[in-house]
């Protein structure tokens, strides 16, 4: 094919094309702006008598958790037989507190040059700590120590508004401090804090304010964590600012369902295991605060999908960590709210999950001290165990630890996984998962059909995750924007196929929806013909096969094009690979273990290496420090119509 038929037939394809992408990027835009609330609203008037009785009733701690859940700490760890997880989750914490004592309060300081929120997290996790240490101890030297650093956060000129989730984040580590010191505190080291948290968060985050907030109305995790966050200020305030404060909880309790949304119906969380762990961990904080304040929820724990959300973290967990799609972390989540879960759905094998995440053997943290600045870093680690201490049922320790090992999970935006494993809690098991799904999802990437595969302890086939937060346009995720020029975000940079990446700028139609057409007896099958809609095919389907008795995985790509067409099959790698002098199949090598890749009888192609770079003419940008541990064992067709690239990976 010559340059100029190759340009004219670009130009053919996206005139062709560019009507269907008007539609969809106006199809996309009327889905968000139509917010599915699910849940009647509060009238003002409701919310102003429910404030007022549950202020007469109030008792302190009643943020994310309330006196009988501290007693209960306490109470475990008096006794010789108390539950192992709480009593060294708290032996943790209560080290971390001691720490503490010695280091400076927080300043204010912009720890990437743009955002105050690395502070604002770090005077939660001290607030948690410290607050724990003192409800648990009663010692006064955890609250002159809180009181310090509450001092100077309140000092500061503002919390950073311009991002919001700063000025969310601080507000609920004061109102933590608040809270939970509330005994140890005077009353003008109150008003204090009120003032401050009201004048610095509550005030520049009206909802009212409604192109400055966009959360107000999102979908996105901001909408749990600020309304979460300042919903939960507003209670611990409410008898200072009962007007704001109803104002306020109406529009928390009626738009939070918004971002519910995307869990139905299996309890999907769209943007991935990283940020389940913090949108829904603020979800949790302000329903177990509300339970605790007014005795209510107002529904939001039985909106749909909800009760489902807590078993995400289990199906999306791999034996080493996890299936890390979009910008996550590939490691499982590791949260207290799993344990919130566990004791609200009565459900042994999430508190059995979460239990394995305290070593007692781990290393403790050392001082991490930011480049520019003399501050020390507390333990985020101590205040997770602080509130797994506090959320953890005893009563759960055993019971049954059955959970499907094979699921197909979607949710209401098309988002679709197929996860299969030869058990949880082994990090020797063997787990296959697949992506289909919709592309277009808030930290999403071009990777329909990508796909992870691990076994003998070892990840064989892996997500590289997120990337560089300030590279240019990394979060402008429109048709042509930055965020595709990312090779992370791109399907070159994922286990998926690539088809004639020169037609378009991007390589998978970021509009594409791919479902899975069938899963039955561990065969999944996926039409990822939409992906390649600007690349001149006709069909492309993925067949994705757990293998009998778990000894690895089968993927069948079938593939029709328009015209002749060149084609690359990727999977991403941290193994050394060897070929076979025929190219038909490659050992991959880590320490002493192997898998055999292998192209089964009637495949075309033959295996290749590739460094995990943008292919020629790609307008990917890169990394390259951050990459040069990968390798690409690829499959490479040039100029056909129709293929089949068929390959196992085994033990």
């Not at 390649?532 to 096969?545: A, E």
């Amino acid at each position: 094919m010559t340059k100029t038929v190759a340009i004219l037939l670009a130009a053919l394809n996206f005139l062709w094309f560019s009507p269907r992408m008007l539609i969809d990027t106006a199809k996309m835009g009327l889905d968000y702006l139509t917010l599915s609330r699910d849940l009647p609203r509060i009238s003002q008037a409701q919310m102003q008598s429910d404030i007022a009785m549950a202020i007469d009733n109030a008792e302190h701690p009643f943020v994310l958790a309330d006196q009988a859940q501290f007693g209960r700490v306490k109470a475990e760890l008096a006794g010789p037989d108390g539950d192992a997880y709480i009593k060294d989750a708290a032996a943790y914490a209560l080290e971390q507190a001691d720490v503490l004592l010695n280091a400076a309060p927080c300043i204010y300081f912009f720890y990437d040059g743009e955002i105050l929120l690395e502070v604002s997290r770090e005077v939660l996790n001290r607030m948690t700590v410290l607050g724990f240490a003192w409800q648990v101890t009663g010692d006064e030297k955890y609250a002159r120590r809180a009181w310090a650093e509450l001092e100077q956060v309140c000092g500061f000129d503002d919390w950073h508004p311009p991002n919001f989730l700063d000025a969310a984040e601080m507000a609920l580590a004061v109102t933590m401090g608040y809270d939970w010191f509330f005994d140890a505190l005077t009353d003008a080291q109150k008003d204090l804090l009120a003032r401050a948290v009201y004048d610095l968060a509550l005030q520049p985050g009206d909802p009212g304010k409604f192109i400055t907030n966009w959360w107000s109305w999102s979908k996105v995790n901001w909408n749990h964590v600020c309304y979460g966050a300042l919903g939960i200020a507003c209670m611990a305030f409410a008898d200072r600012y009962p007007d704001y404060a109803a104002k306020f909880l109406c529009k928390a309790y009626y738009n939070m369902p918004a971002a519910v949304e995307p869990f139905r119906p299996d309890g999907v969380y769209v943007e991935g295991n990283s940020y389940w762990e913090y949108g829904t961990s603020y979800l949790v904080y302000f329903i177990q605060t509300s339970r605790n304040f007014f005795g209510t929820d107002y529904g939001l724990s039985g909106l749909p999908g909800f009760g489902k959300l807590g078993h995400f973290p289990l199906y999306i967990s791999t034996p080493t960590g996890a299936f890390n799609t979009g910008d996550n972390r590939s490691f499982a989540p590791f949260a207290p709210a799993i344990f919130w879960f566990a004791g609200e759905n009565n459900e042994p094998m999430l508190a059995a999950y979460q239990r394995l995440s305290y070593n007692p053997g781990m290393t403790r943290p050392a001082d991490n001290t930011p480049t520019g600045t003399t501050q020390t870093y507390a333990s985020e680690q101590a205040r997770k165990f602080a509130l797994g201490a506090l959320w953890c049922d005893p009563a759960l320790a055993s019971g049954d630890l059955t959970l499907s090992t094979s699921v197909h999970l979607r949710s209401d935006i098309s988002e679709e996984f197929v996860l299969m494993r030869s058990a949880y809690c082994d990090p020797l098991a063997t787990f296959g998962g697949i992506k289909g799904g919709y592309n277009y999802t808030n930290h999403g990437d071009l990777d329909i059909g990508t796909f992870k595969f691990e076994s003998q302890g070892v990840c064989w086939i892996e997500d590289l995750g997120k990337s560089n937060y300030n590279s240019p346009g990394y979060f402008l995720g429109i048709v042509g924007g930055g965020r595709w020029k990312n090779y992370r975000k791109r399907a070159e940079g994922h286990n998926t196929l690539v088809i004639n990446p020169g037609r378009a700028g991007e390589d998978q139609y970021p509009y594409a929806r791919a479902g899975f057409t069938s899963f039955e007896n561990d065969i999944a099958m996926l039409d990822m013909t939409e992906a390649y809609l600007r690349n001149g095919v006709k069909s492309v389907t993925r067949q994705f096969q757990m293998l009998p008795d778990y000894a690895g995985i089968r993927i069948i790509d079938r593939i029709a094009c328009k015209g002749e067409s060149d084609i690359y099959w990727f999977a991403h790698t941290a193994a050394d690979i060897e070929l076979a002098p025929d190219g038909k199949s490659a050992v991959l090598r880590k320490g002493s273990k192997t898998i055999t890749a292998l192209l089964n009888e009637g495949s075309d192609g033959v295996f290749s290496i590739m460094e995990a770079l943008p292919l020629p003419g790609s307008p990917a940008r890169i990394d390259e420090e951050e990459n040069k541990v990968y390798k690409k064992l690829t499959v490479r067709l040039e100029g056909v119509k129709d293929a089949v690239i068929d390959v196992t990976l085994t033990a």
